[in-house]
Structure formats: C-alpha cells, structure tokens
C-alpha cells in the first residue's frame, strides 16, 4: 500500500529512528517533518558528516504503515524486523521519492479501527501543522544546529544526547505514569553519570510539561523535558553491511521503568516488587521456593513454547530447566484467547494530517512493556529460591551451557552476594591438549568448578555502546550457544531491573580437538551495566582477572572512563581495549596491553583476533604474579561482598561434614582403603554373607545338615559385623543426622556437603583409574579384534578386571554410607545385639526421613549384587510408619549400560540418580516423588517411585556372570514396576537384540507368577526423530523382534505365546516413543538438544496418562513384592518359586470375606430349617419344595450379592481381585445351592420319617383320650387324698404300667439292636475265627488301623506268596514309604465309602437290620480283594479283620442314634412312656377337682415344655456358634488361621500327657480332618463350659425369653380371636397351634374332653402362669443339655469351617489351607510344609529317616524316585512333571524357615522311631541347630508365617 507514492511497507533506516524518535522514540520525534529532516542535514558541516550518516540514510517518512501496525500487534518482533517490512542498513536512503499531489484516498490502518485522510494539497514536508508542534520543532531545530560543531563526530554525539525536547514521547508516557522513574535522575536535574559528557550549550527546561492528547488512544501523556531515563547502546554508528554491528536496540546494559500492561504501580513498589508481582513471586521473597515445590508429579505441560499468563512464567522457567531444556531463558506470554478489543480502538479516528497519525506510534509498542525480560525472570527466581533450589537452578544452567550468576547485587540491600554454594555441585570436564617433543600429549581432567584453577578473562563496558559485549563473548567462547544473554536473543526488552550489576562466569572447556579456540580450560566473566556504575564488581573482578577486556566508545569519552583505562594501563595485569569508534587493527601496546578497534569490521574477524591476543597473551605470561589462576572458593575470602556459604544453618551442616572428612583424610588415606576401613561391615563380610546366602537356594547332599551348617556361618558373618560396626565415621555421622532429625535444612546442608566433600575426596583418584580404565579396555578390544587368543589378551583382561576392582574401591558416596546403616541394622536386628555405641534400631527412621524428603535410597546393592531384605522392609515400615500406607505407583527403567537411563529420568522428574561416568548407577536405586495436590483428582495414588538400575551387560560384571545377573536384575526390576521404561539407545542391532531378549523373557516370567506390568520402549539417540516414515519402519522391525523373542521365550519357560501381544498388553503406535539425542553438539561445550526435552516430556506425559489408568500399589504391598521377587530370583527357577505373597494376602481377606457371606447364608438356612422341621412336627406341612426354600433366601442371598460385589468394586485392592471374582461368585452360588439342597433332604427324611410312624401317630389321639378318661376315673376315686402327692404318685405309678399294657395290646414293639453280635456273626460267615475277633476287639488296635505307623505286621509272610517277591520284601524288612501310603488310603476309602453307603439308608425312617452291615463287610472285602490283586504283596487275616472292625466302629455311634430315633418315633411304648409325665400331671390336677381351663393349661404347659427345651437348645447352639464364628481367633479368619491353631492346641498340651499328645499328633499328620473336627468340639466346649460360660447363659436365658414372649403373643392371639369369633375350644387350639407352627412342636390335643371351656382369658392366664415357672428354670438350665439338641454348635462349627479343601502335600503330607473345597485345581499350597520323616518318608533301601523339609528340596540339587520300585528319578526342582498329585501343589522355596516342626521331630523322636520303624540317624540324623529350639520359639514361629 502506498500514500503519496510513499512506499508504506519500507521503514526508515534504523539509524534515523535513533536519532529522530523513530517508531518507538518520543513525541516530537515523531512531529519532525521530511522538510525538517532535509534543513537539518543541509546543515550539518562536511566534516561532520561521518558522524550524521545514520540522518542521511532517509527521511522518517517511508517508514511503514504496516510496520507501525506490525510494531503495535508484536512488539517482541522489534528485535528482528521483517524482511518485507524493514530496509537493512545497507540500503540507500529514498532519495527519489517525490511528494504526492493528488488527493489521496482515505486509507484503514489494520488493527488501528481508524481512517487517516492525507490532503492532496500537503507538500512534501508532510501534513498541516498545529502551532505548538510548530514552535516546539523551530525551537529544537535551532537547538540542533547550535550543537553541530567542526568535529562531526562530537556534533553528532550532542545531538544524540542532546536536550530534552529529543526524548521519546514514550519515555514521557512511562514516565507520566511511573512515579518510580524519580529514582532515575533527569540529566537536567541530576548530576552527569560517569562517562557522560554534558550538555554544555543546553539550558534546562523550567517550564510545566503540558498534557499532550494522542489521538486514537484516549490518553493524556505528559511531555516531560527532562533527560531521558534509559541508556542506549546503539549511540554509535553502524557500518553497512556488518552484522554483527546491526544489533537491535536493546542490549544487556539497558533498564526501563517498570510499566506493567497497562496497570499503574502503587506509588510504594519499586521496580523489583512490580516485577515480583507480575511473576506472582512477591510472597516468595521472603518464603523461599524449595525444591519440594517443583520435584512433584504435576500434570503435563500442554504448551511447551509459551504460556498464556505472566504468573505461569516462573514455574514454567523453572520446570523446562529442570529438564533441560535450554529454551526455558524465554518463554513468551500468548494469551489463548483473542485479543479483546477495547473501546477505543473501535472509535473511527479521523486524522488530519500525517503527522498525527505518526504521533499515535508512540503507543504502538505499549504491548512491548508488559513483556518481562527472561533474564528478570532468572534471577527473579533466584532470589526467590533457597539454597537447594538455587544450587539446583545454577546446576542445571551450567548443564544447559549457560553462564552462571557470580557476584550478584541484592534487590534490597544492594549488597553484592557471592553465591559460592551454587557452585558446589558442577564438575567440569575437558581435555588439555599440550605440546612435547613435537608431539600433542592430551589429558582429561574432571574437576568440580569450585576447585578448578583457570585463568580468568573479564569484559566490562564503560557508557553505552552499539556493540553487544555478550554476543561478541558468546562468539568466544560457543559460537553456536548464546551462553550470555544478549540483546538480540528472544524476549529481549528495554526493561530490565535485576541484571545490572550482575557479574556472570561461564567456562570454555576444551575437547582435545584440533578445531579448539584454546587449549585449556578458562573462565570468562561478563559485568552487566557500565562498569563505571558498577564500580566494586569492576574492582573485584579486574583484581581476580587473568585479562581485562574493556568496551568503549574511544579513548576519550570521558574523564571516569579516561582515568579508569589508564590506570589499568600502567598495572602489570594484561588490558585489552575495544574502542568501538576506533578503526584501527590491534595494536600491542607496552606490558602486553592491546587496543584494537571495532569499526568497520568483520564481525568474525574482530572474534577471530580477540581470540588469538588471548592466546598470546595466556601464552606469554610466566610466573605466578604475572599469571594469576582464578579459582571461585577464593572469591569467598574477599572482604566487602556476602557469601551464602555464611548461613549459619550452611556452617553447622558444613562443620558437621567436615568431621567426617578431617577422619578420612587424618592419615593421607588412599581412596580405595576409606571403605575397607571406615566401613568394614559392607565391605568382605557381606559379600560373603550374600555368597553364602545365595548358596542357601543351591544346596547339595545332606541338605538340612548343609544348611544349618550354612545359618550358622551367616550368624558367625552378623557377629562379626556387630563387632566392627562401631567406627568413628558411622558414629559421626548417624550421630549428626540425629541430631539434625528435625530441622531439615540443617539436614540438608550436612548431607550436601558431605557428598560434596567426598566427590573432592576421591574424583582425582576415580578419573586416574577411569583413565587407566579407558585405555586398558582399549588394548583388550583391539587384541580381540586381531582375534588373538594368546596370553596376552589373558593377562590384559587380568589387568582390566584388576582396575575395575579398584573402580569399584575408590568410588565413593553417601550410598555407601547409608549401605553401613543397613548392614549394621541387618546384624543388630539378625543377632538381636544390643550396641553402646550405635543405636541401630534408629537407622530405618533416619532413612526413612530422608527417603521422603526426596533422597534416593538403594535398594539392591549393587557391588554384592543382593537385596538387604531386612533393611529394605524396616525402611519401608517407616516410611508407612510417617506417611501411612499411601499408594504408589512404581515406575521402574532397564536398559544398557551408559544408555541415559538416569539421565532421562534426572530430566524427566528432576531426580538425583548418579550419572557422572565415575559414579554410574550401580545395582538398583528407589527414589520417591510427591502427587501434586492438583494431580491427585486425576491419579489414584499418592507417589511415584522411581526405580533406577545398573545398565545390563555392564563391563564390571566378570564374563560368565554377565547374563545370569542381567537377567536377575531385569526380572527384579520388571516385576516391582507397575511400568517400566524399555530404554534403547541408539540403532545398534546387536545392543536392541540382547536388551529384548532379556525384556521379553521377564514379561514373560510376570505373565506366569499373575504379575501384570506395562511397558514403553523409548528408543534414545534417534538421528530423525521427526522422519515418520523411517520411525514407522522401526516401530514395524521392533514389533517383528519382539514377537520373535516372545516365542523363543515361551519355549524357555515352558508356556505358549505366538506374539509379544500374548504376553504383555502391547500397542507399538502407543508404547514406543523416539527421543533425540542428549547433546546439541560434541561435548563438553555442547548444550542439550531442546528436542530431547520434548521427547522426555511426551514419553513423560505417557507414563502419566498410563498411570491415570493404575491405582499402583500400597507401600506394604510393594514390601511384600520386594521380597517376594527377591526370594523366587535366587532360586534357578523363578516361575516356580515365585511366591506372590501380595496375591496371597489379598486372597487371605477374600476368604474371610467369603466365610462371613456363607456363614450369613448358612444362619439363615438355619433358621428355615428350624422353622419347617416345627412345622413338619405339627403336621403343617408334608412336603418341601426346593422353590420354596430359594425364595425364602432371595433375600439374603442378593444381599449377599451385593456385599460381593461392594467388596470386589471398591475394595483398595480390587485390582488384583478382580482374578478372582468370576470364580468367588460362582463359588458362593454354588454354596447357596448347596445349602438349600442340604435342608431340603434333611427335610425330606423328617418328612418321610413322620410319614414312617403315620399309624403311631393315628393312635396318639386315641391313646391320650383313654389315658386321659382313665385318669379322671382313678382322680374320681382318689380325690380324697388329693394332697397326699407320694400317695397320688404311688397310685398313678401302680396303674401305669398296666395302662400302656391295655393300650398296646396287639402292637408288636421295636427291639434294641445287638451291634456286636451282629459283627460278630458277619465277621464268623467271612470266615475268621472267633479267637482272632476276640483278639483284636480287646487289644483295640483296631481303632488306631488307619494311624499305624508301619504296617509291615500285617504283610502276609506264608501260604502262596511267590517265593522271589517274598523274600524281595523279607529281605528290605518293611514296605516302602509309598507302599505304607497305598494301604492307609484303602483304610481311608474304605470306611468312608462304607460309612458314606450306609448314611444313606435313612435308618432313622426305616430302622436298622443286619443287612446294612452285611453290605458294609461285603464292600470292604471286594476293595481290599481288588487292592491286593494289583500288589505282589498280599495282607494277613489280622489286617482284614481289623479293618473291617474299624469300619464297623466308625458307623456304630450313627447306627446306635439313627435307631434310637427311629424307636421314640415307632414304638407306642416308647412314646406312651415318655407321656407319663404329662398325663401325671393332669391326673394330680383331676384329684385337685381342678376346672378344664385348668387341666387343659397344665396339659398344654406339660406340652410346651419339652418343645421350649428343644426350641431354646437349638436356638443357643445356633447363637453360640455363631458368636464364636465372629469372636473366636481360630474360627473367624481363614482355614489357614484355623490350622495354625489346630497346631499351637497340639503343642501347648501337658507335658506329662506326651504319649496321648503323640497320640494326637499322628492322627493329625495321618487324618487332619478328624483332628481339627476334635479341635473345634474341644474348644467349643471350653468356650461354653470354661471361658464364656456366662456369656452362653445368658445367651440362653434370652432365648428362653424370646420364646416367653413368642407363647405370650400366641395365647394373646388366639384367646382374642376366639373371642370375638366367640369360638370354642377345638378353634382356641387350633388358634394356638397355628401361632407356634414356625417355633415349637406342639401335639395336638383333643378338645372333646375340655369342650365345656369357656373362660378363655382364664385359661391364658393359667397357661401364661405354668409357662413362666417353665422358662424361670429354664433360664437356669444345666448348658449339658445342649448336647442334646438336635443343632449342636460344634456341629454348625465342623460344617462351616471344615467343608474345606483336604488334599495333603505328596511329599509331606502337610493339608492345603484353602477355604473353598474345590478350589482352582493347580492351586493346593500351604505355608506350614514339614520335613517329609514325619508321615514316615525314609531313604530308600534304609531305615534311615528323612529330616529334608519339601520347601527346601525344591530348591535343591536333589531328586525323588517317582514310585517304589521304578528307577525314575525326578529332580524336585522340577517336581510338577511329575504329573498328579505333584503337578497339583505350588510348593514355593521358604528356607525351612518353619521352626515348629523341627521341635517337634525333637520332642517325639522317639516315639516317631518306635511308630515308624525307623531311626534319625545317617543321612536323617537331626541337625543339632534343631535341638536348641523351645516350644516357646516353635509356637512363635507359626505367628511369623504369616
């Protein structure tokens, strides 16, 4: 767009904008007119031409409309203008533009909202003025003029600086705004700054400024005339054509008033607080800003290049510099939304003239003030931080390459501060190259940067320059990395309020290559501001300098600058002088001091020859005097600045340290020996205890002998240490943390400086050896290139693994410290010593401490490759003890050696994992982060755990040992990961090939012992990050490895996977992220490559976002896998010997869960039974439908439902579950069913037992209706002698008899049955001789058959044996341990087939016969018959004959009850005579001539009676059972709980008593079924007999009144309904009846005989009168009675707690523990394994007992002969091929850590010897370790299982 044939998209040339006001300068600037610009340069004299160039350049009037918008919308661009926009100085001026004269068009300014009509008439000089404009030019033109002088050069400079009216009208808005620009001195009110010459010729302005009004902004500006506040640099001329002279105007000396965005300061802010505030950082000032507030998981950056406020700038700054991202120096603010658009720039403006349009482009860059300068930002941040934090920021600049803060002013005080401890934690590298004999010799030197001694060059400038100092510096020293910050670097402002005065120091680090600037290391210093202003930093550093290099205008700008260079002219310390207005090439003046000037040249050449007079310089100075090495620490010593280091809390942690290290270096030490004697306990007496302890898993031979011989030397190796764990150095140091327990910062500050302390110590040591290292590495890989196998390359890999050892002796840390605490706490807590000199139970809460304050703690130690289990628990305890069991997400990393795996994590969250090449990660490292609050609603736990490890195939690692241990560590690290990071670097085929070998194998591993991690592979060091297509191609070949490997996996571990899909949960788009590589460049100068930040961001915000999807795991859950883990790896086979015992604990609560929901289910089940089985009785119901009983549990049992799922939901582990859930609901359904099928035949068999006496109970009316009128006729006759009761009872009793005679006259009774007579008989018709029955019934052995311990009596030694096979078996003596276990399983079968066959004949409903016996004999014979004929051995009559005596014992108590029943509900004479005493009591009431009412109540009251019993009873056992299933230890947990009692109740029993508790135990290890069955009646009946004795009272006592009331609800509901039916007797009855159906039995009474009843009410309250005399006895009824109800609470108890799983161990008989029956079938276990002696296991072809426990074989080198006479043997390690019933049993490696059992081999080993024919001698002698354990110590060691 043009105006006046103006081209409006050109701007005028930079120079003229300078010098005139231009876009962004003043007012007046900007009123200048073209014709005025023409007269003032006709007006500048020839030889001030040079000076006035920038003025000829052009006219302002091309300068551009659009770059006026441009200016308005981005001032950022400012900096770098547009190439369409903006002319380079190189161009010519517009010199034949002419003026337009036609009238122009009215034009819209973008973004203005205005018109600007342009007048054809206006001439060239530009629109019509106004007269005050007018005045005000004529005034300043003159003034101008005035000030041009022979000289061009100081003319041009007056002009420059010259009056007032040249100020901007921008600086006048600032300064109408700003009161705070007071505190910057007008020139025409204060005194002249150093360096500046005055304005000689100007008088000051007197005068009031006037408002002047902008047009368009609604604004009223005051046009100050006083001196400008800011300083320039760009004051010099610029030479076409040079770029590095173009510099924008705004360089690092600048500082402007704080304007903020349009809001006004309060008149008390300064300039720092605004700048706070805007930050949102004023309450940090004083409350600092730690690390704590950064080092958390917070949610991930959305905007990685901007932000879109100022208050996010801080912490934005801070957290892309935490990773490393050197970008964070700026980062602009870009509001999401779009601008809004305020009411001014809506109003249409209407210009008059073009001079008011460029008066509105003074507030076109207002937008530019409210940018914040990044180095503002900075070091706002670092003054609002604490040491930490600050030492972290200065870290992590030095890293990004960029300079650090050395001497710094503070914002307050204005005291200069000398942050040394910053410094502490940077070490330098580089190399030095030198030259000897013609030859370049280079060495490597590491050093922390505080120690490091270089020379030290120094730049300053004094007055403002055009020349950017830190640019040329940069060039210097990195040409491709702005390491000061200069004026053309992004977000450059004007303003800028905290770097004046800052001296900032970066480091040239050399690296050994020919293209090096210098040869060695230097530092180069840079003072911000006018070193003049800045006056005792300048002194300090020229006094520490090396080289002084001074920027200047000329040798003559002012006094202070002119006095200033000569006197360092005249010191002996090397100057070099810049002089920007100087031509001239560098000239060496006398004592070495050079002048070189800057104008008109070559940017690179003025850098190329600083750089060659440094050399020379450098080169040429000898001596110390003449050479100075600057060092920081000397900076310190400096009197007149403040040193952080002086903070008291720094002192105390800094002399705490130093203790420490005064020890270390008293005797001149050598690194490698500090460990072996200042921590003796972690050195070789832990790596042989973790060599022996490793053993533990591998036995060999004797396996119980070798490893009790193996706990003693680990007990041995724990005393020792014990002994030697007093030194100085643990006792100083444990000493001073707790000391420091609680004051953190203290504890920080000791904690630093020790390992600060410690690097100074040993990093010459360690780079010497790394060196050596290096160089050894490289003649064994050149000897194996050559492929020479001869001794040398042997005794080069000697020396290699030689030097590596010495390594591993002189690398030297805090882990290693705090690897002493644990191995002192481990022999403490292991020995259970107490020590004088440690408190060592203190340790784990000291680390705890520290772990959640954020120190990483080892977990796997990395020089004795073992896990301190003990430590690591008692740690974590505490942890939880502080934080409470919080939930963690753990996110572990594997990958190669030297891969950046600590690195990438250092860079993603900030951590401290060891990094350097001399301290690499060794073993594993655990490091725990905080949950922001605000990340909390989005995660589902409350910290990250970061799990560092070891690279795999690390080159210390011996040969052989490589890939066992990258395999070890792999599998750990994997299996603790909810995530782990796959870390690959680089695209090495090999290096991909064997780090996925190892990952896909351990995922597989995972995937069999139920672990479920995830995974993301991030590929490292990628050439193209960006190439999609070649990253699509790697992502297809890993996918392709990957299922490659997956199936050679499973082949190894013996499972199926096709694809690494079938393995793990696997998405290649998703989980394979690319990450650039590290450095942006060759270290060590180059800074990190800003992609790799990205990268580590987006593999950061997947980890998050795959997290989001995890509730991660509680600390005590991540305890358990740790050990867990830990013990399945040192056995060879972890699938095998995986115990999850975090599964096992989750499924532990589910099965108590589970007992209370059947338990529920069987209450209520209970209770239907009772229910229906009384109204069966009353003959209210003869028949029971199964839909019936489902329905009356509907209700429970959704109920219960929905308990399971609540709990399977929402449970804090439902996660693991959920594996479990499909099968649990399936499980209590079944139950459910169960249950109502188990009520419904049981009532069934009441039901068809009724029917069974139907004519009985036909009779019963008619029998009660005779003995009634027969009672009457006898009461009729005796009615005198009604108060005599012994003579009514001796009457009655007379007649009695003979009644029931009369009664039951014809009806044939049931006899008593003869059960031994009948044995007896049966067993005489099967043929065995009288004499041998007899034999055996009074011996008794009988009942103790299926217990022997040796059934070789029984073997059959005569008759038709075959005479090869007898004297096989004759001359072993005794059948083999298998052949014992064959008989006593028949035993076992065929008593419960027989008892199970007979149970079945319902023999209550149809009475017993001898039949049922007959069958029972004929059953057992034809099994032992059919057993016999499979065996080449055959069995004595006396085995049969015991046998089936033993089956016939074991059914002779059913039988007896199941007849008895059948007799009381059959036999009239049974039933009449247990009326007796009902029908006395009506007959006495008769003799009383007592009414019918009365009769009839009494009668009913005898009813009741029995009925209330047996109700009460039944009740109370229900009750009771139920109150010890939710009280009693041994019945309310799981059936494990249960069997650890069964258990202790064995042990605990008197010792007088041993023969029967043997007794006890071997039907326990034979039948653990039938001991605990006699568990629970014994404890039961200790329970309500002894120990809650009036608890069971009282719970009947209850009942007894609830049964009360239940009679009393009754009689009120039918006497009431009769009542106003006004019905008679049969109704009241029946009334009556009706009420109780569902709670007693209740007979029913003919009411004929009391027909003449009318007075109900009376008859209630004779009933109610009887029934309350009934329930007080009741209520102090004898508890015996309870054993005879037909509920019986032991019973309730035995089918609750022992419908359980019963399968026992195939090697040691020890029971499954799992609660459900028929549990998963590959699922039997049990943490209660014994040695396999006690069920009689013996060595083979010996009587020699076997002492091994099964745990400890299966982690043996031993095997077992799968059957007694085959030659197979099968090593237990492998035990499952063995096929059922081993392949049935997870038998999981424990350490026969069980102690119970080994004191009982102890006890009883005699009266094992003398069960089992056997003796503990030889290779089953009992280990002597075992006979020192107490019963005490046996008892406790069941609590420790669990």
Known sequence: MTINNINLTTTAPTSLQENWGGPTRGAHGQSVSFAENQRQRALISARGQSACHELRTGPPGPRSLKTTQHQAKAPLNRSKPSRTTTPRICQQPHQNIQPCTSEPKSTQIAGRGSSVKRAAQEKWGGPKRRTQSQSMRVAENQRQRALISARGQLAYHELRTGPPGSRSLKTTQHQAKDPLNKSKPSRTTTPNRAGQRPHQNIRPC??????????????????????????????KERKPGDKFYESAKTDDNETTDGYTSGNKKKPSQTETEVLLERLQLQDKFQQKLSPADFLQIRPPGKQMDHVTSEKDVAHTFLHKLIMLDYGARYIPVRPDSPEVTTESDNTETDYSDLEDFLKTTADTNEKEKACVHPMDVQMAVFHCSDSFLKQMMITKLSQCQYALPLLVPDPVTKEIQFPLWTFREITKSWKVTQIKDNSKIITMKSVPVYKAETPLVSFFRLGSLSVSKSQLMNTLINNRHDTFFHRNCPGSTKSRYLMDGVAEIAWYCPAGKPNDTFNDCIAFCNLHGDALSHKKQCDILIEKSSINVFLLASLQSNEGSRSLISSLFQSQKPLICLIVNDSRDAVKIKNGNYIMGLKDKNHSDVCEDLKRIIREVLSSLDGPILKPSFQLETMAELSGIRVDETDPACQKGKSAAMEIINLLKKDNMDVSKIKYDFLPCQGQLWHQWSKIHREMFHLRGNIEKEKSRKEQKLMKIRQKQCAASCSKLMQLFTGSLSLMRQKQTDREYFLKWTQTFIDELSIDDVSSILKSYDEKWSEVLALKNKHDKSDLLLRKQTELEDISKKLQSATFGLEHIFREMGQIYEAHKTTQRESRHTDWSKYPELAAQLMISGHPMELMDGDAGHVPLTWISSLLEEVINKLGDQRVFVLSVLGLQSSGKSTMLNTMFGLQFAVSAGRCTKGAFMQLLKVSEEMKKDLKFDYVLVVDTEGLRALEVEGNNTLHHDNELATFVVGLGNLTLINIFGENPSDMQDILQIVVQDFMRMKEVKLFPSCVFVHQNVTDVAAAEKNMDGKRRLQEKLDQMAKLAAE?????????????????????????????????????????????????????????????????????????????????????????????????????????????????????????????????????????????????????????????????????????????????????DEQVNRVKRKLDRVIQQKKACKNLDENKSEFENKLLQKSKELAHKLKDKAKDEKELQRQFNSVWSSWVTELTAGIKPVEDINLEQDQLTILQELGFEPALIDESKRSGRYKKISEVGNYSGYMKTGGNLLVDSYNKYKARGAFSHEEQEQIRSLIDQAEKESRGAIKNKHVAATGYTQTYLQEMANHVTEKVQKFLSERKYTLNKEFKVDLLLYVFYRAEIWLLESHKKFKMSNDPITYLESKKTQFYTVFRSLCKENSSAVVLGELICERLKVSTLEAVCNKTAIDLAGKMRCNFPAFNGTRQDLEKHVLKSLAKKEEGMKEENFNDFITYIINPRRQTEAFIKAQVEKYIFRDQKDEAVEILKKNADDIKTTVSQALFTATQKVQNQRGDTDMWLKEFSNALKDELTFDKICSENFSDIKDFHFLKEEIEKGFTSITEKMSSLSLDKLNESRHKPEEILIDQLCNCCWVKCPFCAAVCTNTMKDHSPDGHSTPFHRPDGIKGWHRRDTVEFSVNFCTTNVSSDRSFCLKGDSEKYIPYKQYKAAHPPYDTWRITPDGSKLAYWKWFVCQFQTQLEEHYGLKFMGSGAIPDQWKKITKNEAIQSLDEMF
């Open 1052 to 1232: 190894e571990e013996v499972c199926y996977a096709e694809r690494f899909s079938d393995v793990i949960k696997f998405d290649v788009q998703k989980d394979v992220k690319y990450c650039a590589q590290l450095w942006e460049g060759s270290p060590p100068m180059a800074p990190p490559n800003p992609g790799y930040s990205e990268s580590i961001q987006e593999v950061k915000n997947t980890i998050l976002s795959k997290a989001s999807k995890s509730a991660g795991i509680t600390f005590s859950q991540f305890k358990t896998k740790i050990q867990d883990l830990w013990t399945a790896l040192l056995n060879e086979s972890f699938i095998f010997s995986f115990k999850n015992t975090l599964d096992i604990s989750v499924f532990q609560k589910l099965e108590v869960q589970y007992g209370s929901w059947t338990w529920t289910l069987r209450s209520i089940m209970l209770t239907i039974e009772n229910q229906l089985h009384n109204r069966i009785e009353n003959g209210k119901v003869d028949e029971v439908e199964k839909s019936y009983l489902f329905r009356e549990t509907s209700k429970t049992y959704e109920e219960v439902r929905k308990e399971m799922t609540k709990y399977f939901e929402d449970d804090k582990d439902r996660e693991i579950l959920a594996q479990w859930r499909e099968r649990f609901e399936i499980k209590i359904k079944e139950f459910h």
């Open 206 to 235: 007197t005068s009031e400024p006037k408002s002047t009004r902008i047009p368009g902004r609604g604004r009223s500006v005051q046009r100050a005339v006083s001196g400008p506040v800011d300083e320039r640099d760009d004051d």
